[in-house]
T-cell receptor, first 114, second 115 residues
Framework: AQTVTQSQPEMSVQEAETVTLSCTYD???????LFWYKQPPSRQMILVIR??????QNATENRFSVNFQKAAKSFSLKISDSQLGDAAMYFC???????????FGKGTRLSVIA | GAVVSQHPSRVICKSGTSVKIECRSL??????MFWYRQFPKQSLMLMAT?????????EQGVEKDKFLINHASLTLSTLTVTSAHPEDSSFYIC???????????FGPGTRLLVL
């Protein structure tokens, strides 16, 4: 079974600084997708970034980027120029190709200090 | 981005009653819908997967007779919690995806409190 591990229950970052959230996963599949979702206090799940396993280039979305290391099964999220609105729970998620559901990690709570 | 709505956003009911939660995809056809449950300060736990027009597939440990899922159309799925008890109190989140696409989109969630 696929598993997703987030080893940092909580992280904090100073406003305008950079923070990296860690995620590792376990799978025997060769074709899959990885995601980072943000869950603010409203509890609405918001997609932050997506990475296809077949792509070697790391995905980037404005201030958010990933470091995808396929051989190491590692998928970290880097948030640059952190803003107060980035404070939230961040969930790493995995999905195999095909009609399969997302498997989530336990989440990392990010605090942004003004 | 795609929009998924849920109704109601919050419901309080007495023990023993049934509660229905609706999940709608507003601007796309959701060939597959997923129902998750989230306890406070925990991650999302998948309850079941439903494909339009088919019976839902439940995860191990989820009682299909207690959590009835219907996915009768490409834009609507419902979760009915039958004979709810206080231990069913939780945050229920639906998610939807169109066949062939990569991303799941999430509804805003429903907070259920059973007294």
């Amino acid at each position: 079974a696929q598993t997703v591990t987030q080893s940092q229950p909580e992280m904090s970052v100073q406003e305008a600084e950079t923070v990296t959230l860690s995620c590792t996963y376990d799978t025997s599949e060769s074709d899959y997708y990885l995601f980072w979702y943000k869950q603010p206090p409203s509890r609405q799940m918001i997609l932050v970034i997506r990475q296809e396993a077949y792509k070697q280039q790391n995905a980037t979305e404005n201030r958010f980027s990933v470091n995808f290391q396929k051989a190491a099964k590692s998928f970290s999220l880097k948030i640059s120029d952190s803003q107060l609105g980035d404070a939230a729970m961040y969930f790493c998620a995995y999905r195999a190709s095909g009609n399969t559901p997302l498997v989530f990690g336990k989440g990392t709570r990010l605090s942004v200090i003004a | 981005g795609a929009v998924v709505s849920q109704h109601p956003s919050r419901v309080i009911c007495k023990s023993g009653t049934s509660v229905k939660i609706e999940c709608r995809s507003l601007d796309f056809q959701a060939t597959t819908m997923f129902w998750y449950r989230q306890f406070p300060k925990q991650s999302l736990m998948l309850m079941a997967t439903s494909n339009e027009g088919s019976k839902a597939t439940y995860e191990q440990g989820v009682e299909k007779d207690k959590f009835l899922i219907n996915h009768a159309s490409l834009t609507l799925s419902t979760l009915t919690v039958t004979s709810a008890h206080p231990e069913d109190s939780s945050f229920y989140i639906c998610s939807a995806r169109t066949s062939g696409t990569k991303t799941q989109y999430f509804g805003p969630g429903t907070r259920l409190l059973v007294l």
